[in-house]
């Protein structure tokens, strides 16, 4: 009888021991985890604020035109060198009307051309094509060109920045 | 001599390595099994033990900065002592690593050596291969050139396809909303630390798997797997008949993992690495980044799919094909081994094989892309130094057809060839057609004047085989 009960705490206190061992372990697992996993997941849940970037005095641009404009993204790190650098395309539609064109291709992010020629943007992974306006006009795109926000401000064109357009189902 | 077998053998004493690696390296495998067909798992894992020392050799140089990443390919490749041929070695080593895990598979499923009992050898195989897909993509992009980054995007915006987290899953993948410092630093973390921990940890678990369950015998027709005999017989088989697998059975991998790294090292030599593109400048648009040539049929495969199916086919198409290579041990775990009797897996591999390399073929020549590069049509091709068809010619020029449609040899493949253009269509119809465009050609209805349009078509109509013959005689 006695043995049976001295068996019984034994087992019991393997099976303290058994669950506390885990137990230590899941939770030290669990706090260090919060820390990595975040720091690592942040980039989702942490957007760059949008920035105006001024892209060239309003007179450096002629009516009708389209053109490629540089600046720097919204959000660049010290050492990001040339890869800070990001392009769109500014169409001048009148004294102080634009419209600005991401120069990523809606079908899979590739980068498209003007082709002032054809007035037609073209890219060159898959095909795609659109008219002057963005909307397509050949090609897999499922829609037209992304826009950026256009603005004047003290005699410089700028363009708000934006993450690069993801096209989503 | 003496005194080093001495010491050694306090050593074996001590750690028991002999005693506990011996009988391991050493384990009976069916005599069968010793053949040149099953050299493809070894030589991957030779190839991947290469692809760690010159990743490792390559890491003292690298710097996994976006800034200073590109400088420092140069530098590895133009100034360093051999490291341009360490650099050649690691992409050589990628592409044979792809091949011969595809090599390997495709052995594997021929001869079914993933039924009973060797269903989780296939499970662990099919996510070792689906890591070295991963290391070779983010392998592509830490190769820090224009390429790697529109690469990245591409990725990300596939990435965005996925149902409701699309977006999460694209920022994860690049680190944030645009490409810049933080896409090369988790680029490298993922290509340096993530799977290749990962890799090591499947690569142990598949070996283990090896040795407890043994090396799968030579199929024959008629002998079918019973699961409830298999570990019976095989116990038996390899009693009666089995052959140590060093070194009887080892020689030949050795032979044919030699010959595979002689020649990657061959190739570094006299190829060496793959130039880089330009500098990873988003704002530069003149790009076209192609992947490397592993990637190409998929590439191709983008392109090609019906736009309306193509999130579907780009999200659940790949999702798809794991599922059925992780299901197909549970499939059909027993029954005939030999592909003899079993055509249909000839079938299968034969028709992957076929579809691959013509996507491949494709991709290579990409035809959907406009050619930019296109050399203008002549004055001698035109046929003319004056008036509308000379006009015309100059147009179809300036106006972007060349980049889709070829002329006598000058122009893109995205469009018809239209050196005989003039035989096939009437002017009305030619007229619809800039117009209008269709299929997949975009109607020049708002760019072009009437002026513009009517020596366009006069031009076209010129593109006859009678004019070409008179011409090409003319010139003689």
């Known amino acids: ?9 034994e087992c019991s206190r393997r099976q303290f021991f058994t669950h506390i061992s885990i137990a230590l372990g899941s939770i030290a697992a669990v706090m260090v985890a919060i820390p990595i996993v975040g720091s690592v997941l942040a980039p989702i849940v942490k957007k760059p604020k949008p920035i105006w970037r001024p892209v060239g005095e309003l007179k450096s641009f002629t009516v009708g035109d389209i053109v490629k404009v540089s600046f720097i993204d919204s959000s660049p790190l010290p050492w990001a060198g040339v890869t800070a650098e990001s392009a769109a395309w500014l169409h001048r539609k009148g004294q102080e009307e634009f419209t600005c064109f991401s120069v990523n291709c809606a079908h899979l992010g590739c980068p498209v051309r003007w082709v002032a020629g054809a007035k037609l943007f073209m890219c060159p992974c898959h095909g795609g094509v659109y008219y002057e306006d963005g909307s397509v006009a050949a090609g897999p795109p499922p829609r ?15 363009i708000l920045t934006s993450p690069i357009p993801i096209t989503t189902v | 001599m003496e005194s080093l077998k001495r010491a050694w053998l306090w050593f074996d004493d001590r750690t028991g390595l002999v005693s506990a690696l011996g009988p391991i390296i050493k384990h009976p495998v069916p005599a069968n099994s010793a053949s040149w067909f099953y ?22 140089m690298y710097v996994p900065s976006a800034g200073e990443a590109y400088q420092s390919l140069q530098y590895i490749t133009d100034q360093t002592t051999f490291g341009r041929i360490v650099r050649g070695m690691h992409n050589w080593g990628a592409s044979a ?34 890591l070295t897909v991963i290391m070779a993509f983010s392998g592509q992009v830490v190769r820090w050139d224009q390429t790697a980054v529109w690469s990245t995007i591409v990725a990300a915006e596939q990435a965005g396809r996925i149902p409701f987290i699309g977006t999460w899953v694209a920022d ?31 690569i142990g678990f598949h070996l283990y798997l090896v040795i407890k369950n043994g090396i799968s015998e030579f199929p024959k027709a008629g002998k079918p797997v019973d699961p409830k005999t298999y570990r019976e017989e095989y116990k038996a088989l390899v009693k009666k008949k089995g052959i140590p697998f060093w070194p009887d059975a080892a020689w030949r991998d050795m032979v044919f993992g030699f010959i595979v790294i002689t020649t990657i090292l061959l190739i570094a030599i006299i190829i060496g690495p793959p130039a880089l ?137 995205r469009g018809p060839d239209l050196t005989y253009i003039g035989d096939r269509l009437s002017a009305n119809e030619l007229t619809w057609r800039i117009m209008n465009g269709g299929l997949n050609m975009p109607g020049f209805g708002g760019t072009l004047t009437n002026e513009e349009l009517s020596d366009l078509v006069i031009f076209l109509k010129s593109r006859t085989k009678e004019n070409q013959e008179t011409s090409s005689s003319g010139g003689d």
């Not at chain 2, 050299?39 to 003292?60: E, K, R």
């Not at chain 2, 590069?373 to 060349?402: Q, W």
């Open chain 1, 1 to 9: 009888m006695s043995e049976k009960t001295k068996t019984s705490e």
């Open chain 1, 144 to 158: 037209g060109l992304y826009n950026y926000p256009v603005r004047v401000h003290n005699g410089q064109v700028e």
């Open chain 2, 39 to 60: 050299v493809f798992g070894s030589a991957t894992l030779f190839a991947f033990m290469l692809q760690v020392a010159t990743g490792v050799a390559l890491a003292f």
């Open chain 2, 97 to 130: 690593m792809i091949l011969l895990v595809g090599l390997h598979m495709i052995r594997v499923y021929m001869t079914a050596s993933y039924k009973f009992p060797r269903e989780m050898h296939w499970i662990s195989g099919v996510v070792l291969w689906a």
């Open chain 2, 172 to 202: 994860f993948l690049i680190g944030g909303g645009t490409i810049g410092a933080a896409t090369l630093s988790r680029m490298f973390a993922y290509h340096v630390f993530i799977v290749p921990a990962l890799l090591f940890l499947f």
């Open chain 2, 277 to 413: 593109g330009p500098p990873p400048d988003p704002s530069n648009l003149d790009a076209l980044p192609v992947p490397d040539w592993y990637f190409v049929f998929y590439f191709a495969f983008l392109a090609l799919m019906p736009p309306a199916m193509e999130t579907y086919l780009m999200v659940f198409g790949p999702l798809l094909v794991g599922a059925l290579l992780f299901l197909l041990p549970f499939i059909s775990n027993k029954g005939e081994r030999s592909p003899l009797r079993r055509p249909w897996a000839v079938a299968i591999v034969a028709l992957t094989i076929a579809s691959i390399s013509g996507l491949w073929a494709i991709g290579i020549s990409s035809p959907w892309s406009p050619h930019f590069h296109a050399k203008p049509l002549t004055v001698e091709i035109i046929g003319a130094d004056s008036g509308p068809i000379y006009r015309g010619g100059m147009d179809f020029n300036e106006k972007g057809c060349l980049y889709c449609h070829t002329i006598s040899g000058h122009g893109g493949l």
